[in-house]
């Protein structure tokens, strides 16, 4: 008996190859007796002829996330995360197809994605446990707005380029007061997104720890800090701000007034990335940002 039976299949939409990808996957798997259930704008891209044959339904990610044992991303980063936001709070495990640009966490090539992926289904895969952070803004006392992420949580001003100030504590601890573009608050997840390109370095995934990353602080001094994953990051935006915001993974924004809080913290669920049994982060930084081969 297969490993995972019941398929959620969900992907970019208005992609001529991930809509390819989407068609040879779900013909396949159709083929070979796996109930499949694909996302609704997912499923608005495959011909009606598809969707009619063999054990396909239709429903929403929410629902998705509850029917289905395993899902399977066609797209890029972008998609994986998006993905990962609203499955998180469902215990399944996610799997990436690149369609994307980079593929940090997608795995799996569409030229020879049904090897791969029938292994998986078959019970050769890894499991890796992927953390994501919460953040909730306090106004006034009260919660005006809260967001989860994946790879990073960021503090900006709402205007491009423009200076803040703010002061940072850890599990209470005051840190620093700063002035700068804003702050990056990563997860090993994200370590190579956003916060690579600000300084801050890269974690192994399987670290409890996330990276604060000052983004062009206005001192020489600052620099990158790696912090337990437990811990309890509190932001308080100076008075003399304008409006600010709290971005989760560039898409979530809440607006961040004078004098408010934002508490970051690791998020309660867990993302459960699945990997066939080969994969290897190193190969995967090396191959993704072009370092050296082996010299013999």
């Not at 009619?52 to 029917?67: P, R």
């Not at 994986?80 to 197809?97: F, Q, S, T």
């Not at 940090?104 to 050769?124: A, I, K, S, W």
């Not at 707005?145 to 504590?169: C, P, Q, T």
Request: aromatic share 6%.
């Amino acid at each position: 008996m297969s490993a995972f039976q019941r398929i959620g299949l969900l992907g970019k939409v208005n992609d001529r190859g991930t809509q390819l990808t989407l068609e040879t996957v779900t013909t396949a798997l159709n083929e070979r007796g796996y109930d499949i259930a694909l996302e609704s704008r997912t499923a608005e891209q495959l011909p009606q002829k598809l969707l009619e044959s063999g054990k396909i339904k239709t429903i929403n990610l929410a629902e998705l996330g509850e029917w289905a044992d395993i899902a399977v991303v066609v797209g890029g980063d972008g998609n994986m995360l998006g993905a990962a936001r609203a499955l998180c709070e469902h215990d399944i495990g996610v799997i990436g197809v690149n369609r994307g640009n980079l593929g940090f966490l997608t795995d799996l090539d569409p030229d020879e994605v049904m090897t791969h992926l029938l292994n998986v289904l078959e019970g050769e895969y890894r499991v890796e446990k992927r953390f994501l952070l919460s953040a909730e803004v306090i106004s006034n006392g009260s919660p005006a707005g809260a967001g989860r992420a994946i790879n990073e949580i960021v503090l900006h001003s709402d205007k491009v380029a423009h200076m803040i100030e703010f002061e940072l504590y850890i599990d209470d601890h005051f840190v620093f007061s700063q002035r700068s573009d804003g702050l990056i608050c990563a997860t090993p997840t994200g370590s190579t997104a956003y916060s690579l390109s600000g300084g801050g370095p890269i974690l192994h995934p399987n670290l409890n720890a996330m990276t604060l990353v000052p983004m062009f602080p206005h001192t020489l001094s600052s620099r990158p800090i790696v912090v337990d994953g437990e811990s309890h990051i509190r932001l308080r935006a100076a008075y003399d701000n304008d409006l600010l915001q709290i971005s989760c993974d560039g898409h979530v924004r809440m607006a961040v007034h004078p004098g408010d809080d934002i508490v970051l913290k690791k998020h309660d669920h867990t993302l459960k990335m699945i990997h066939p049994v080969d994969h290897n982060y190193y190969h995967v930084l090396r191959n993704k940002l072009g370092w050296g081969s082996r010299l013999f």
